[in-house]
């Protein structure tokens, strides 16, 4: 069974068909990238997946279970976190309260009086565990608003990470940055998710981080799903090189 499934996922804005009866399967432990050009409906598809908007049409399914139509926190506490395409950070705390506050947002008896000491303690370890694994260790003390673009971004990741997730989400994790600091950006990913276990959908325009990290990929176009496969299959599709102009050499 899938782990993730869209069936006809829609989306509508008045006239505009943002996302167009997407139908996608993701598999546990999977790393799929979801790809297209501007305005092909990439985000809005992870926004309606995440619960930030209601779907027009159609449904989604995580764990077997229907998720599209509920808020956005019944649908973290489920086991799904995300990423944005704007850096979603509290820019004067610290990077490790940043992080604790995340983790804490998925413990149970986090808002409880009694027991808070053990949550406390619980999200601290998650939050320095997510940050070694993004190599943010050295930065934990440091105010996030005084962290480089790509420290930031990969802050945000760290957030995700220590909400113990099924499903990571990232929206454009490497947007802004600079060649060098997308290049570590993939490296530090990569390792992390080298352990296996973790299942991760990736929206992503640099199609070099794409194929550095993805094992299937899907394809949207003007709200609506062009191709889907691995990452040879999508290079070969015509109609891909069509959207792309020109394709990926």
């Given at each position: 069974m899938p782990l993730l499934e869209c069936i006809r996922l829609t989306r509508r804005f008045g006239a505009l068909i943002a996302v167009d009866n997407v139908n996608m399967a993701v598999e546990p432990g999977e790393i799929r990238a979801v790809i297209g050009p501007n305005g092909a409906g990439k985000s809005t598809l992870f926004n309606v997946i995440t619960g930030v908007l209601k779907p027009t049409d159609g449904e989604a399914f995580f764990n077997g279970e229907r998720i599209s139509g509920l808020p956005v926190h019944e649908v973290a506490q489920r086991g799904i976190a995300r990423t944005f395409q704007l850096t979603h950070l509290f820019p004067q705390l610290t990077a490790r309260e940043n992080v604790r506050i995340a983790a804490q947002a998925r413990l149970e008896g986090r808002w409880a009086m009694l027991g808070g000491g053990k949550v406390l303690a619980q999200s601290r370890r998650r939050a320095d565990e997510a940050l070694e694994q993004l190599r943010l260790t050295r930065f934990s003390d440091t105010p996030a608003r005084n962290l480089s673009h790509g420290d930031q971004r990969l802050l945000e990741v760290a957030m995700a990470v220590a909400q113990a997730p099924i499903l990571l989400m990232l929206d454009e994790p490497t947007q802004g940055l600079s060649i060098e600091e997308t290049e570590r950006a993939v490296d530090i990913l990569r390792q992390m998710l080298a352990g296996g276990g973790l299942t991760v959908i990736l929206v992503e325009h640099d199609m070099?981080?794409?194929?550095?990290?993805?094992?299937?990929?899907?394809?949207?176009?003007?709200?609506?799903?062009?191709?889907?496969?691995?990452?040879?299959?999508v290079k070969a599709d015509a109609q891909v090189?069509?959207?792309?102009?020109?394709?990926f050499e």
């Open positions: 070099e981080v794409v194929f550095k990290l993805a094992e299937k990929i899907t394809v949207l176009h003007r709200g609506q799903v062009i191709a889907d496969g691995t990452p040879d299959e090189q069509s959207a792309y102009l020109g394709g």
